[in-house]
């Protein structure tokens, strides 16, 4: 070889590294400050949206200038403020309720009762397949006219109507938990000798839970949309009705600030029951079962 070579008896100079501790990953994260944090959490996001909504709502009815068409959000919440110190509002969020949780409550028996046959037989679930297929698009304001025909002016009506427009989507949305529910956990319910009642209620409930919880929401909002629209054409009931026949009486009076602020009420009450309640329930349950990240 031509060149310098390297012999057997040249050795490499030895050094010594000094051994570093490896950093958590936690160390590395750098402290939220308070606008992080606060920025952070959902709620004040939410409302943030809902404080803009406002003031593009001021802005645009301001420059409006006509009441009958669109009264400004201060307007709005002054008439808001004064029906609530009257208790007129309340009186009629009282009802409206009421009626609802009646209501709310047959349409979930009876999506339950359906349910049940479903999983339980073909016949069953040949039934629920038929009823749904039959009655789900079908608008429950459409059976108005057979509800006075059939129960009369007042609340068994509006209940009869709540009943159809929630026990559909909540009947769907359990069967498809229930059907969707592995083998795995169905062959450990059968191992702990597990059926009937017992199956459903420890197998298919918990592990179908956010299809259920899902079908709830459904159902109660369209329960909700349903009862204020059902109220605006025959809510009277022994000379009281609720937030659709408050919004009826006040169109027909001209209030039209009086009017929004009904619109705006039935609007805070499905948020408080959509991110508070059924955000409980979720929390409680299905975050912290681990099925949902």
Request: one cysteine or more; a positive charge.
């Amino acid at each position: 070889m031509r060149g310098k070579s390297l012999t057997l008896t040249e050795l490499r100079t030895e050094y010594e590294r000094e051994v570093v501790e490896p950093v958590s990953l936690t160390n590395q994260q750098r402290p939220l400050s308070f606008w992080e944090k606060l920025w952070d959490c959902g709620a004040v996001r939410k409302l943030l949206i809902l404080i803009l909504l406002a003031i593009i709502w001021q802005v645009y009815a301001t420059r409006l200038n006509n009441p009958l068409m669109l009264p400004t959000f201060f307007d709005m919440s002054v008439a808001l403020s004064q029906m609530f110190l009257s208790g007129e509002l309340l009186a009629k969020i009282d009802a409206s309720l009421r009626v609802l949780l009646l209501g709310y409550g047959g349409g979930i028996a009876v999506a339950t009762i359906l349910t049940i046959l479903a999983i339980r037989s073909r016949l069953g679930t040949d039934l629920l397949e038929t009823l749904t297929a039959m009655f789900n698009p079908l608008p429950a304001i459409a059976l108005l006219p057979l509800a006075l025909l059939w129960f009369g002016l007042g609340l068994p009506s509006i209940v009869f109507v709540l009943i159809h427009a929630v026990t559909w989507p909540i009947a769907l949305n359990v069967y498809s938990g229930f059907t969707g529910v592995g083998s795995t956990l169905r062959m450990v319910g059968q191992n702990y000798g597990l059926s009937g009642l017992g199956f459903v209620g420890r197998i298919l409930i918990p592990a179908a839970f956010p299809q259920i919880l899902t079908g709830l929401k459904v159902g109660w909002a369209f329960a909700w949309r349903t009862l204020i629209a059902s109220e605006l054409v025959f809510g009277v009931n022994s000379g009281s009705g609720g937030l659709g026949w408050f919004i009826f009486e006040k169109k027909n009076q001209l209030e039209i600030a009086s009017v929004f602020a009904g619109l705006f009420v039935v609007i805070v009450i499905g948020i408080i029951v959509e991110n508070g309640l059924f955000k409980l329930i979720e929390d409680r349950t299905i975050t912290r079962w681990g099925m949902k990240s």
